[in-house]
């Protein structure tokens, strides 16, 4: 079992910046591919942002992508996303997600543990 706890969502101004932060503990963190998604009200969630086991490879929603920065710190058994140049098309809450494998994946289905999210509202 992996339990993963978000911090760091807020209120912001468009154009402004805010880093997520997801603590994992449970099983091997360093051997699991990790992602974040979006939930916008009256909206699917929405891939946002992979990383693989190593960090080595990343993939990025094109809404996202030169803006958004996810990475990872092994040793400290957590997940970042930075996000920069923020609009308010970002507002949603941002969970961040584990896999049992060790790639980077786009799929919500291809995730196993879930955290509960935390609210980014980016304002105009």
């Known amino acids: 079992q992996v339990q993963l706890v978000e911090s760091g969502g807020g209120l912001v101004q468009a154009g402004g910046s805010l880093r997520l932060s997801c603590a994992a503990s449970?099983?091997?963190?360093?051997?699991?591919?990790m992602g974040w998604f979006r939930q916008a009200p009256g909206k699917e969630r929405e891939f946002v942002a992979a990383i693989s086991w190593s960090g080595g490879n990343t993939n990025y929603a094109d809404s996202v992508k030169g803006r958004f920065t996810i990475s990872r710190d092994n040793a400290k058994n957590t997940v970042y996303l930075q996000m920069n140049s923020l609009k308010p098309e970002d507002t949603a809450v941002y969970s961040c997600?584990?896999?049992?494998?060790?790639?980077?994946?786009?799929?919500?289905?291809?995730?196993?543990?879930w955290g509960q999210g935390t609210q980014v509202t980016v304002s105009s």
């Open positions: 449970g099983r091997t963190f360093s051997r699991s591919g």
């Open positions: 997600a584990a896999s049992k494998g060790t790639g980077w994946y786009k799929f919500s289905a291809q995730y196993d543990y």
